[in-house]
């Protein structure tokens, strides 16, 4: 019975799989498989933003897992065990920079910088702290491979350059310290596509065999490779001699080395008359001087091209020797060369002047900028490290062995007569009179021959207290003639734009006059004293005043005004002192002109008058009213405003009666206070009288005289007073005041 039931099962399922029967709530608890037959349609739905996963570490069923929002350009999924998936932060593959360590780790793993535009340049570049220091690149043109080297971020060239279509690598800056390759750095073939430099290492035996008497040199006449050139043996009495384009030859007439030069004297000095004439027709280099090449900008030279080096390396003065054509260096002894002669072996007989050294130079460029000329240079170098003694740019030494022969300005070249230097114009050109000569420019200059302003002279002209004759640097007396000028020579200054400010000269041409007649300016230990030829003094400016504050100054006047002397200085008020010696004064001449003085100068005076009628004048006031008075009371008449100074006033009073009134006083004074009395005897400035005049009398009363020191503005009345009866009275007068300071 079972197993009929069994085939019928089996019956059914094989009808089953060829067949879709439709089922409700199928529940299955073994396994359940339905390969590829599980549509989307068939899904039940899921919540948003979800999948189904498993995020447990070991076999489990799938659940819905949430997928967080992770769009931004800095952000990327990440999945972790038991979590699923969460978002976290990188950093995109385009212009980013990663700021943490980066690796490529794979089986054959490659990284690489491909330049899309197929024309720049695919770059690594290298930095430390944001500032470039290297770069590697492949320029995409020419698909050269570069090293390149900056300093502080900016490019200063590529070391290391290696060609893609031929693999050569250049080394710009040089290879150094260790071999190119191998241990010991040697080279089955080396060879230089352009050129090769290997100073002080290639020796003799790096050379290949030579033809002999022959050396390597270019005979041509444009820059080739080196060739064997022969050397013909010229033997003893012969000179080798270069040729340009075919290299050496023998000259005849020349000295070696063990037969130097020795030509006898004949005994003539013109060839004419027998002498003989040695001639070197090009340069001739003597002592270290043989050492330059003897080029214009020479590579090779002696010491002295490093005496006063300059930027660069080379000296300041070499072009003294590689533009000379006879340069003379002493490699022993002190003087490079020496030049002497004397009088007495001249070819006339003594007749002829006798020159250690002649130079002259003739300065005819026409054409361009021209250059400078000089008959004579010379330059010494005192370096920074020397101990030595002097050093001196030239000397000049005259020894007179004879009688000293006198020279004065205007009776130059005395016979006999023996210069240090004489600097003349004109030279040799004097004797011809074709020749028309301008004024130069200076006899001598003292200047600065430096670029950078550095180099001074300490002082411009020194005389040695003992050098001249007549002087021996202890002063007083003793005085000898240091520069000697004729009339009208100035000493003339200039500001900075070349216009004369000032000068010192003489215009004094007296002939034959007495020491008394000459004038000298002497600085002594008192002061600046103005002396005659006697040495006695006119006038004299003393210096005894340790801190002088106040001076006197002098200043000149057009027509028709005065000169004045007055007092200067840091001062604001200060007066003038002038004083005889002993018991003698000043004696000041007045002015005759019969002119006014001025105001606020010694003589000034100032009036005031009141006149009875009339038209008064001469006075600051002037009136022509007379004041009326009251018996016994005192009047203001008229008044004068002092400036300060020391004064003297003076002045008169009259009282006019009328015809009836009898007067029996009047009296009169000088007063600070308008219509009062001073208490007497003020000063001198005080006068009464007690009168007894007729009716209708006047009375003149003349009222003294009073000095006053005033030291601000200040005004005198003229007071008047008088005694009457009968009928009235008026008065009037005059006040006037000299300054007398």
Not at 85 to 96: K, P
Not at 210 to 219: C, P, R
Not at 263 to 275: D, E, L, M, V
Request: some cysteine.
């Amino acid at each position: 019975m079972k197993k009929l039931i069994i085939a019928f099962v089996l019956g059914l399922l094989g009808q089953a799989q060829a067949q879709t029967f439709p089922v409700q709530n199928l529940v299955v608890n073994g396994t359940f498989t339905a390969t590829g037959k599980v549509g989307l349609a068939n899904l039940s739905a899921q919540a948003s933003n979800t999948i189904i996963a498993n995020i447990a570490a070991s076999s489990s069923s799938p659940t819905a897992i949430a997928v967080p929002s992770c769009s931004a350009s800095s952000s990327a999924l990440q999945w972790q065990t038991g979590i699923g998936f969460s978002c976290g932060s990188f950093v995109s593959t385009t212009g980013s920079t990663f700021t943490g360590p980066t690796g490529v780790a794979y089986s054959n793993a490659t990284f690489t910088i491909n330049d899309t535009s197929g024309t720049n340049q695919a770059n690594l570049v290298f930095q430390d702290a944001g500032t470039t220091e290297w770069s590697i690149n492949n320029t995409s043109t020419g698909n050269a491979f570069n090293i390149n080297r900056y300093v502080s971020g900016s490019y200063v060239d590529s070391p290391i350059d290696v060609s893609n279509s031929t693999g050569v690598v250049s080394f710009v800056d040089g290879i150094s310290n260790s071999p190119i390759s191998g241990s010991t750095g040697s080279f089955t073939t080396l060879s230089a596509s352009s050129s090769f430099t290997a100073p002080g290492l290639v020796t003799t035996s790096d050379l290949a065999s030579m033809t002999g008497n022959t050396l390597l040199g270019n005979a041509l006449n444009t820059t080739a490779g080196p060739t064997a050139v022969g050397v013909p043996p010229c033997g003893a009495g012969g000179a080798l001699l270069w040729n340009a384009g075919t290299g050496f030859s023998c000259a005849t007439g020349y000295y070696s080395s063990t037969t130097p030069p020795n030509q006898p004297a004949t005994g003539f000095f013109y060839t004419s008359a027998g002498g003989r004439m040695n001639r070197f027709n090009d340069r001739l280099f003597l002592g270290t001087a043989t050492q330059y090449d003897g080029n214009q900008t020479p590579s090779t030279g002696d010491w002295s091209r490093t005496a006063f080096p300059v930027t660069g390396g080379q000296g300041a003065y070499e072009y003294l020797v590689s533009n000379a054509t006879n340069a003379v260096g002493a490699p022993f002894g002190q003087s490079g060369g020496t030049f002497y002669s004397r009088t007495s072996d001249g070819s006339g007989g003594g007749t002829q002047a006798s020159i250690g050294v002649s130079a002259f130079t003739v300065n005819d460029n026409s054409t361009g900028g021209g250059a400078a000329s000089w008959a004579f240079y010379a330059t010494t170098v005192r370096t920074a490290t020397s101990t030595g003694s002097n050093t001196n740019g030239m000397e000049i030494d005259v020894a007179n062995l004879g009688a000293t022969v006198a020279q004065y300005p205007n009776a130059m070249y005395s016979y006999g007569l023996s210069d240090g230097i004489g600097v003349n114009a004109g030279g040799e050109l004097q004797n011809d009179p074709s020749v028309t000569m301008g004024t130069n420019s200076a006899g001598i200059t003292i200047s600065q021959n430096d670029a950078t302003g550095h180099a001074k002279w300490d002082k411009g002209i020194i005389f040695q207290s003992t050098a001249i004759a007549g002087a021996d640097g202890t002063g007083g007396n003793h005085t000898g003639t240091a520069i000697a000028m004729a009339p009208g020579h100035e000493i003339v200054y200039y500001n900075n734009s070349n216009a004369v400010t000032g000068g010192f000269w003489s215009s004094a041409t007296t002939v034959g006059g007495t020491l008394s007649q000459e004038q000298y300016v002497q600085l002594s230990n008192f002061g600046t004293i103005f002396t005659d030829g006697n040495d006695l003094t006119q006038f004299r400016v003393n210096n005894q005043t340790t801190n002088a504050a106040n001076y006197l100054e002098v200043d000149a006047a057009n027509t028709g005004s005065a000169p004045v002397l007055s007092v200067q200085g840091t001062d604001t008020n200060a007066s003038m002192t002038i004083q005889g010696r002993g018991t003698g004064g000043v004696q000041i001449k007045g002015q005759t002109a019969g002119v006014s003085v001025p105001a606020s100068y010694v003589g000034e005076v100032i009036c005031a008058q009141v006149t009875n009628g009339g038209s008064p004048t001469g006075c600051a006031t002037n009136s022509n009213t007379p004041v009326t008075l009251s018996s016994g009371v005192a009047a203001t008449i008229t008044s004068i405003t002092l400036t300060p100074g020391d004064w003297d006033i003076w002045g008169n009073f009259v009282s006019l009666a009328a015809g009836t009134t009898t007067t029996s006083a009047v009296q009169c004074a000088f007063s600070t206070t308008a219509a009062t009395f001073p208490s007497t005897p003020n000063q001198g400035g005080f006068a009464l009288i007690w009168t007894s005049t007729p009716a209708g009398g006047a009375n003149i009363l003349p009222c003294g005289t009073m000095p006053v020191h005033v030291s601000s503005n200040t005004t005198y009345y003229l007071i008047g007073q008088a005694q009457f009866s009968v009928s009235t009275m008026s008065g009037y007068g005059y006040i006037g005041a000299r300054r007398r300071d």
